[in-house]
């Protein structure tokens, strides 16, 4: 049982398309997140979703466009890819924190791994 | 803005000799968590420890554990017992206040001789 799945694992496109990655949870999360790394192995956080609601945005193209259709899944769309937009694209969910401050890990799916021509 | 630091790009050890990887950063809040993740070549990014800055007890998983100091803002990993399949990019990580976010390090990459 895959905890965190993503498809597709490869995905090469030519510059100007259109393209999305699915991600999808078992795990009963709430909170649901896309990380990109880039050609250095630099992580960061793109988009964070809880239950549904948008709740990061960090300083993202408006050409990338998460939706979430349920808590279970969080998409990612992009528009008129670029060369810039190769990388690896990672989802992750964790728990929703109740009260306070308790950081439950991240569970990570796969990976995409995007290069744009 | 909290940052974590991984000053050593890469690391090598001979197997079954130990390492340790460094990492340090920087937040206002008193109450917090750090991580380290494994990043194998397969990609799949591994929870290897957790550590909660209100205990004093430095945490540990197997071969793995923690040098804690939370005064110093530093949490370093060592691996006891290396093993080539230790052989892997290693990230620490902060998770932010409130909505959680990580912010992670630049990463180490570790290789493991044999």
């Known amino acids: 049982d895959t905890a965190v799945s993503q498809t597709p694992k490869y995905l090469v496109t030519q510059m100007g398309n259109d393209k999305s990655i699915k991600c999808e949870q078992n795990l009963g999360h709430d909170t649901m997140y896309w990380y990109k790394q880039d050609s250095k192995k630099f992580l960061k956080i793109m988009f964070s979703y809880n239950n549904k609601e948008l709740i990061i945005n960090e300083t993202v193209p408006n050409r990338f466009s998460p939706k979430s259709p349920d808590k279970a899944h969080l998409n990612l769309h992009i528009n008129s890819l670029e060369l810039g937009d190769s990388a690896v694209y990672f989802c992750?969910?964790?728990?929703?924190?109740?009260?306070?401050?308790?950081?439950?890990?991240?569970?990570f799916g796969p990976g995409t791994r995007l290069t744009v021509t | 803005a909290q940052t974590v630091t991984q000053s050593q790009p890469e690391m090598s050890v001979q197997e079954a000799e130990t390492v340790t990887l460094s990492c340090t950063y920087d937040t206002s809040e008193s109450d917090y968590y750090l991580f380290w993740y494994k990043q194998p070549p397969s990609r799949q990014m591994i929870l290897v420890i957790r550590q909660e800055a209100y205990k004093q007890q430095n945490a540990t998983e197997n071969r793995f554990s923690v040098n804690f100091q939370k005064a110093a803002k530093s949490f370093s990993l060592k691996i006891s017992d290396s093993q080539l399949g230790d052989a892997a990019m290693y990230f620490c990580a902060y998770p932010n206040f409130g909505n959680e976010k990580l912010t992670f390090g630049t990463g180490t990459r570790l290789t493991i001789i044999p």
């Open positions: 992750a969910s964790s728990q929703d924190p109740q009260t306070g401050h308790i950081s439950y890990e991240q569970y």
